[in-house]
């Protein structure tokens, strides 16, 4: 006889097989096959939109901003930002962009170009509305102002 008990684990719920000892939903036991399925899924459901051309060079992008996030080079983050806002600086690399510039928390919020940024990003969220955002991007940007307490200056 088999016994099964419930077990809190990771934020899901799993069941136990007490013969078997592991967990049926652990990601420790699952294939590759598994793995690369279950991935498949989470991006297929996230992006139910084809890419857009420009994407694998905005996911690139999205990397070098990051880098320079660690390195707290707010600075560069805006020159990149200036060197590459008319080649596809999409959502996610202006959501990427305040997250680093929270992050680092010394950027010069008076700076000219850190400004033209900022007014970039609202007019191009106002032309292209929220669910061009995303949500988690939406997030992202207001934990962004928040944290480095922005505020509307004339």
């Known amino acids: 006889q088999e016994h099964r008990s419930s077990v809190q684990g990771r ?3 799993a069941i136990v097989h007490s013969n078997e000892h592991r967990s049926v ?3 420790r036991n699952e294939t590759r096959q598994d793995q690369a399925s279950r991935s498949h899924h989470h991006s297929s459901r996230r ?3 084809k890419r857009s051309p420009g994407w694998n060079l905005a996911f690139a992008r999205n990397k070098k901003i990051i880098e320079l996030g ?3 080079k707010w600075y560069d983050i805006l020159r990149l930002y200036e060197n590459e806002r008319n080649d596809c600086f999409n959502n996610v690399n202006y959501a990427t962009a305040m997250t680093q510039f929270a992050r680092i928390r010394a950027v010069n919020t008076k700076d000219p ?3 033209s940024f900022l007014n970039d990003y609202a007019n191009r969220l106002e032309s292209e509305g929220h669910q061009w955002l995303g949500t988690r991007q939406l997030a992202n940007t207001l934990y962004a102002i928040g944290k480095m307490n922005l505020k509307h200056v004339h």
Do not use: A, I, T, W
């Open 47 to 49: 992006n139910n939109q």
């Open 70 to 72: 660690r390195q707290n």
């Open 11 to 13: 934020g899901r719920k």
């Open 25 to 27: 939903s652990s990601p």
């Open 113 to 115: 170009l850190f400004h």
